[in-house]
């Protein structure tokens, strides 16, 4: 007799859970995590051959997200690690982040561009011909081909991060 009691509450245990699998979440609370940006407008092919193609992980942070999407807008993967440091000190993964505190019209975007790349007609970015002003850089797209050719051309000293 003391084995039933401990029998019956095991499946009465058991019947509860699955009846709550079957039923699935009270309410409509079950989606995605509110920190979690919408990346399917930016799921593009690599525009060359030599770039890797990764999938974008709903789940991961925004700035994980956005480096992702680097990966496949160029960016070499083993170049991960650092770009999601540097979206994530920058900007925290808001690609609408302008600093106006900073010199030469601020910084812009994921990266935090500073003005100096972008101010002017003749200034860097606009001779390469990717924007035509600074707010083109709160573009996420447009800021990480950005960064992208300010990276190619200076490496990660306009980030100044620290020795690894």
Not at 56 to 76: H, K, R, V
Request: hydrophobic share 35%.
């Amino acid at each position: 007799m003391t084995f039933t009691a401990p029998k019956i509450l095991a499946s009465i245990i058991t019947a509860l859970w699955g009846f709550t699998l079957a039923l699935g979440p009270v309410n409509g609370q079950s989606g995605q995590p509110s920190r979690t940006i919408d990346v399917h407008p930016y799921l593009i092919e690599p525009s060359t051959t030599t770039s890797s193609t990764v999938w974008i992980d709903p789940y991961a942070t925004a700035a994980e997200q956005f480096a992702q999407l680097s990966i496949n807008l160029g960016w070499p993967a083993i170049e991960y690690d650092k770009i999601v440091k540097v979206i994530e000190r920058e900007s925290h993964g808001n690609p609408s982040a302008h600093n106006r505190k900073d010199p030469q019209t601020g910084s812009y975007g994921l990266f935090q561009l500073n003005g100096f790349w972008c101010k002017g007609p003749n200034s860097y970015l606009q001779k390469a011909g990717l924007i035509t002003s600074c707010e083109n850089l709160l573009d996420p797209v447009t800021n990480i081909k950005a960064a992208l050719i300010i990276w190619t051309r200076s490496g990660w000293s306009p980030w100044r991060l620290p020795n690894d």
